[in-house]
């Protein structure tokens, strides 16, 4: 597969763009590879008119786009292009060389304490970026983290997130109320699934964070079930499973702890995390 961005958005500046192969495919979008002077970007293209909520997906789309272009840390992947012809949107983006967390996990058991630390501290710095901008990710989870082929953590899709009302002005900062489930089931806190009346803020990134480190460090996720209200109720109700009966590492062990217990944010955290912290 070759061909010009120019040929599908033919007023974008970016028509000189070649599309080489398409990279993956989501709910209702598109990732493509493109190079442009010899550079690779991911590019991304959403038809809404093919989808029955189709101004609902533009919004979303748009707002990933806006999230992202407002946050700047390596740790989040950039944004350097969005725009829309004859109803197709488009985001053209950083290229990530390397396989997704998730793809990682389908092939290791479980994770060195080294490695747990230096993902869980790069996620951890991510999000304290976004936190700081107010805007609040919602869907933590392995494929949405990508590892590049530095071994660098590169953070992606903002679809389900929003800023908190109130951001301009900190001080007259909103307590915002899910009214419906965004996110994937397996990681979310008990706020997003509406199961506690608690407000969505960072922390609840961080919760989805804790489930993915506890996932790591002991090969599958701390609560599994066929049944949705299940699964839905044990994050609501239940402590993690215990590490310490597996012989985990100390690391491992601390993170079941602040996966428990949830005691305010992380975000001083990441700026002093190194592994001798956690031994």
């Keep these: 597969m070759s061909e010009l961005f120019s040929?599908?958005?033919?007023?974008?500046?970016?028509?000189?763009?070649?599309?080489?192969?398409?990279?993956?495919?989501?709910?209702?979008?598109?990732?493509y590879l493109a190079h442009r002077i010899g550079q690779p970007y991911a590019v991304k293209i959403v038809n809404p008119?093919?989808?029955?909520?189709?101004?609902?997906?533009?919004?979303?789309?748009?707002?990933?786009?806006?999230?992202?272009?407002?946050?700047?840390n390596p740790g989040i992947v950039k944004v350097f292009h969005v725009g829309e012809h004859r109803g197709k949107l488009y985001i053209i983006s950083e290229y990530v060389d390397g396989p997704s967390l998730a793809t990682l996990l389908s092939t290791h058991t479980k994770f060195p304490e080294e490695t747990l630390v230096f993902y869980a501290r790069a996620i951890a710095l991510a999000l304290a970026t976004a936190h700081e901008r107010f805007v609040i990710h919602r869907d933590i989870k392995p494929t949405n983290i990508l590892i590049n082929s530095h071994g660098e953590i590169k953070l992606i899709d903002f679809g389900f997130g929003f800023r908190q009302a109130g951001y301009a002005d900190p001080?007259?900062?909103?307590?915002?109320?899910?009214?419906?489930v965004v996110g994937t089931?397996?990681?979310?806190?008990?706020?997003?699934?509406?199961?506690?009346?608690?407000?969505?803020?960072?922390?609840?990134?961080?919760?989805?964070?804790?489930?993915?480190?506890?996932?790591?460090?002991?090969?599958?996720?701390?609560?599994?079930?066929?049944?949705?209200?299940e699964l839905l109720r044990m994050h609501a109700?239940?402590?993690?499973?215990?590490?310490?009966?597996?012989?985990?590492?100390?690391c491992a062990r601390r993170w079941a702890d602040s996966l428990r217990t949830r005691r305010g944010c992380w975000a001083g955290w990441p700026a002093s995390a190194d592994a001798r912290r956690w031994r």
């Design 171 to 180: 001080a007259k900062q909103l307590v915002e109320f899910p009214d419906r």
């Design 49 to 72: 008119s093919a989808f029955r909520h189709r101004e609902e997906v533009r919004v979303k789309f748009r707002k990933e786009a806006a999230y992202l272009a407002i946050l700047d």
């Design 237 to 250: 109700v239940l402590p993690p499973p215990s590490l310490r009966a597996a012989d985990h590492t100390h």
């Design 185 to 229: 089931l397996r990681y979310c806190a008990p706020e997003q699934t509406l199961m506690l009346k608690r407000p969505i803020d960072g922390r609840t990134d961080l919760y989805a964070l804790g489930v993915v480190l506890f996932e790591c460090a002991s090969g599958i996720p701390p609560f599994q079930s066929s049944e949705v209200s």
């Design 7 to 31: 040929q599908i958005f033919p007023a974008s500046e970016w028509g000189d763009l070649e599309i080489r192969q398409q990279l993956g495919q989501g709910s209702f979008s598109q990732v």
